[in-house]
């Protein structure tokens, strides 16, 4: 069965852009994605996606971008329908978003710009457990903690 997925809307919940004057870090990226059901049969979810780099000598800057996405599913869809198409196609509509945002912001940085490749997200989510991507814990709590 198919499963019709709408996308509502994204929101910014976190962008950071933080300049070290010594960096000491090796660049490393950090990919962050949970999926928030808001009711049992699934019909409403948020999910969260984000990407921390860490500064280097090269890029001094630590940045950070999380985002939700609002998204409805049609009714009567089965639940482990639903479970795999949030395991990749959330993300993949999510990213983008943020590869733009953090396009923009280092582009107003005349001695750093960052342009964030494409990634193939079937390969990030492929060895992701559901209990890693699927989360019991209330999304509200999940935002204020970030």
Known sequence: MSVALKF?????LKLDFVKHIEPAGDGS???LYKVF????QMSEVYAVEGIRIEATDKCPY???C???GHFKVQSGSKKEDVLKMFRVNA???LFPYIR???SFVTSQNPTTRIILPPININ???KDKKDEEIFEERNYEDFIAAL
Request: charged fraction near 15%.
């Open 62 to 64: 630590d940045i950070e």
């Open 100 to 102: 733009a945002l953090i």
């Open 123 to 125: 390969a990030l989510m």
């Open 29 to 31: 990226v950090q990919v």
């Open 66 to 68: 999380v985002i939700s």
């Open 8 to 12: 509502m809307n994204y929101e910014i």
């Open 37 to 40: 059901p808001r009711n049992a």
């Open 91 to 93: 993300a993949a509509i």
